[in-house]
């Protein structure tokens, strides 16, 4: 993907300087051949990607479908997101805690399941901390365990 955002900007300057050289070159005879000349650069440049001499550069322009296909399950990435944002829940009402903990899976549509809220503390006050988790984070506080 980098490749292709470099070639695109590179294009785009390219078309910005034909444009320029366009309006400096001189109405005379020569006129005529030197746009063309021009516009077979940008030709050029536009395909040069997809020659067969740069096929291993162009290939970089396609992905792997395996990585988004439905059994593509995120699951951690959203158990570490939405413990990071209990976490910062509780530390702004001033909760004390060691640990929390998210069991989350994805369904077939893309939707996360939380499965249980684990959360560790000394003495916690466990209406304080489900109603954090209720009103703040909007999630289900029946979810809630505490150790």
Do not use: H
Not at 69 to 88: H, L, N, R, T, W
Not at 122 to 146: A, G, H, Q, W, Y
Request: aromatic content about 10%.
């Amino acid at each position: 993907m980098k490749d292709f955002k470099t070639w695109c900007i590179s294009f785009c300057v390219l078309l910005a300087v034909v444009t320029v050289m366009r309006f400096v070159i001189p109405e005379c005879k020569l006129k005529s051949i030197s746009d063309t000349f021009l516009s077979l650069i940008v030709i050029v440049a536009m395909f040069l990607p997809f020659t067969e001499k740069n096929a291993n550069k162009a290939s970089s322009f396609n992905f792997d479908t395996r990585d988004y296909s439905e059994k593509f399950d995120g699951a951690p990435q959203y158990e570490a997101a939405i413990e990071k944002y209990i976490e910062d829940a509780l530390s702004s009402r001033g909760v004390e805690f060691k640990n929390v903990e998210v069991s989350a899976e994805t369904d077939g549509e893309g939707y996360i399941v939380i499965d249980k809220i684990n959360i560790t503390a000394e003495n916690p006050n466990e209406e304080e901390i489900k109603s954090i988790i209720r009103d703040e984070c909007k999630l289900d506080e029946e979810r809630v365990t505490f150790n």
